[in-house]
């Protein structure tokens, strides 16, 4: 089978279904490898497209300081030959804050990070547009305080309204501190969550502070739901609880951010393990890790009202599991849930199926990774009905992306 093969095919006692009953749970089967253009890579990103395509975005290292963004697509089960969107030697390049390329319903757009100080924090937000997927020439800065600070940890997500919308942590008060300091926003003022709003045309209206104190470098998500976006991210308390939080917009209006779940965990260091967000119709689901009471665990939790109260709190890992986590509905009573685990020296993709009553599958191990931070943070997404896996594997030489359907029984 030229461009695949099958990997990984495990065969487990229940069956899978979309409508199942209320004790049943689909199983995880395995993974199918799906070949990727990635030669020298790692940082991807899954999304699906507008017209129900998959797009993989990523960064090719091309040699020790310069670096590509591409992008694929999926068609007919195999990647189709990857477009590069940009380049450059003066890229910010992190293992926790990954470049993304999102369908807008009539434009692309993608973004990375980009030095304009000499500071190690000091890179801006770059978004660059793009009618057909091939010219990526239109390039702005979301944000425009023009503090040489650190800004990323970016969500893209297309509006309803065919804008695109833009949420990122923003560092455009720690620049202060930093000069008197150290040089490291930590000790600084704090952290922001910002948004604005990007017409295709490259217009940017409707800036916002949505937060105006959030733990410094940890992923952000959002999702759409019938009612607006939601935003999850972790905040940060004055006396250093950093629990995840939502923030959504209601009739055109930013509610007032408030916790998912009160775990109390109190950390002095921000710990570069975001949430994960997934929303249909106005169910959501928010999946995080958290080190309350110095034990590592997995959670998850649903609202049934676009985010405006969330049920119990279901555990899913507390196997020595080191986060970096997504989410992604299957259908409007099940998602499918993957995190991390470290298992002697190396790592374990792990995934479990839940439905919106709080049952779940047991969990399975998709695949075995490093445990190291170069092998990032492993991404699902589904279109027409399959969900796909994108993670990065790692060796003593290189680090490639490598991407797989996962499959259900």
């Known amino acids: 089978m030229t461009g695949k093969h099958w990997f990984g095919l495990y065969f ?16 995880i089967a395995g993974i199918r490898i799906i070949d990727h ?21 990523w960064l090719e290292y091309l040699d020790d300081t310069l670096v590509e963004l591409r992008y694929t697509a999926l068609q007919d089960d195999e990647w189709t030959k990857s477009t590069t969107i940009g380049s450059g030697s003066n890229w910010f390049v992190n293992w926790a804050d990954f470049p993304s390329v999102v369908d807008g319903a009539g434009f692309l757009a993608a973004h990375w990070l980009e030095y304009r ?17 091939r010219d990526w020439n239109q390039t702005l800065v979301p944000h ?43 000790g600084g003022g704090a952290m922001t969550l910002r948004t604005a709003v990007i017409s295709k045309e490259g217009k940017i209206t409707d800036e916002y502070e949505l937060d ?40 055109g209006v930013w509610q007032e951010p408030y916790p998912v779940h009160n775990d109390h965990w109190k950390i002095g260091g921000c710990p570069v393990n975001g949430p994960a967000v997934s929303a ?16 590592p665990r997995v959670k998850l939790s649903f609202s049934r009202d676009a985010g405006a109260n969330f049920d119990s709190v279901m555990m899913l890992s507390h196997h020595q599991p080191l986060g970096r986590v997504d989410v992604e509905f299957i259908d409007a009573k099940t998602v499918l849930a993957t995190w991390m685990e470290e298992t002697e020296g190396h790592a374990q993709i792990m995934a479990a199926i839940v439905t919106t009553d709080l049952h779940r599958s047991p969990s399975f ?45």
């Open 212 to 251: 105006h104190r959030v733990c410094d470098c940890c992923q952000t998500d959002a999702a759409m739901t019938d009612q607006g976006p939601v935003v999850v991210y972790r905040n940060r308390t004055e006396t250093e609880i950093r629990d995840i939080y939502l923030v959504r917009m209601v009739e």
């Open 365 to 409: 191990s998709l695949v075995e990774t490093s445990s190291s931070r170069s092998s990032g943070f492993p991404q699902i997404a589904r279109v027409n009905n399959r969900v796909y896996l994108s993670w990065t594997a790692v060796d003593s030489d290189d680090s490639k992306v490598k991407t797989a359907e996962i499959l259900f029984r």
């Open 144 to 186: 425009r305080d023009s503090v040489k600070a650190e800004h990323g940890f970016v969500s893209l997500l297309p509006t309803m309204e065919n804008d695109l919308m833009a949420v990122w942590l923003d560092g455009r008060f720690t620049e202060i501190a930093d000069q008197q300091g150290d040089g490291h926003h930590h």
């Open 12 to 27: 487990l006692a229940a069956v899978f279904c979309y409508s199942c009953q209320k004790d049943q749970v689909g199983q």
């Open 37 to 57: 253009p990635s030669q020298a890579g790692g940082q991807s990103q899954l999304v699906a497209g507008s017209h129900e395509n998959l797009l993989c975005s």
């Open 280 to 295: 249909m119709g106005n169910q959501v689901v928010v999946v995080w890790y958290t080190m309350a009471d110095n034990i």
């Open 117 to 133: 100080g000499k500071g190690t924090y000091e890179y801006d937000v770059k978004i660059a547009l793009s009618a057909d997927g």
